[in-house]
């Protein structure tokens, strides 16, 4: 098996113009002696069948160059392919993408010579992955945080907003609070079934999603449960007046707010058929089966976690 690393870079990651930071990344590696080899993405989810292709040939450790949707799909590369053990594959992560929300539970900096520096200590955690299923049978993996109902919607509007940058998601959000329906949800999990008029359903690993938002409550990425935010009967006066809980995670707490703790979850959304997300790409609508599958995956974290 190889040693080296593997680079997946995403080009047009970010706002930023990447020849000028492909060359500094460059640079970097080689200060730090990190062998490598790389190849950039040419189309959406390419770095699928890239990643694949680069277990076959012996790489065991990769690295994601780009935002939160680049690492989503090196992640599903990683758990769909059969050449290798999904836990003895290493991720490392340099971001460069608009949201960047999976580097934040780990501490690691929005930067490039510091995501290098830590990638050169390699320390590693084992962290849980999920797994969701909608009703047309699709799969797809998420390191982060999945979701259907209104963070759905806010993805599915950042799609046309992304050439505004980080304020892309304020914007998305506040189109959400304009426009979004809520719906009736049922949802199933353990011996419960809670049938609600619910604003969103979200599944977390870690802690951040749309651009910082934080709303899972006592996450542990290594804990073998998913953790479940039921938002009910939530107003757009609500999210308004608490709009610095949404980012402290305080919002947890609202008493229209639910919090749980499972390995297995069904949302079967009763009237409409909200969009579904994950790790902030779109996958679906509608009915959706979420399952945990406990330490998946091995990630560079700060040495500070």
Known sequence: MSKSWFIIANPIAGNRKFSKQWKEIKQLLNNKNIDYSFVFTQFSKHEIELVQNAIQQGFRNIISIGGDGTLHNVVNGIM???????????????????????????NIPNNIEKAIEIISKKKTIQQDIGVLETSDKNISYFNNVAGLGYDGYIVYK??????????????????????????????????????????MTIFGICKFSGGGMQFTKSVNTTDGFLDITIAKNLTI??????????????????????????????????????????????????????????????FVIHSTY
């Open 80 to 106: 769909l392919q059969r050449y290798a053990k999904t836990s003895d594959i290493t991720i490392a992560v340099i971001p460069l993408g608009t949201g960047n929300d999976w580097i934040k539970t780990y």
């Open 237 to 298: 006066f609500d999210l308004i007046i608490n709009i610095k809980k949404l980012y402290s995670g305080e919002i947890v707490h609202h008493k229209k707010i639910e919090t749980f703790k499972t390995k297995e979850i069904t949302v079967i959304p009763q009237i409409t058929k909200p969009f579904i997300q994950a790790d902030g790409e779109l996958i679906g609508t509608g009915k959706i089966n979420v399952k945990i599958i406990e330490k998946a995956i091995n």
């Open 158 to 199: 950042l799609k046309t907003l992304k050439r505004f940058g980080s304020i892309a998601y304020l914007l998305s959000g506040l189109a959400g609070l304009l426009f979004y329906k809520k719906s009736v949800f049922k949802i199933i999990f353990d011996d419960k079934i809670i049938e609600t008029n619910c604003l």
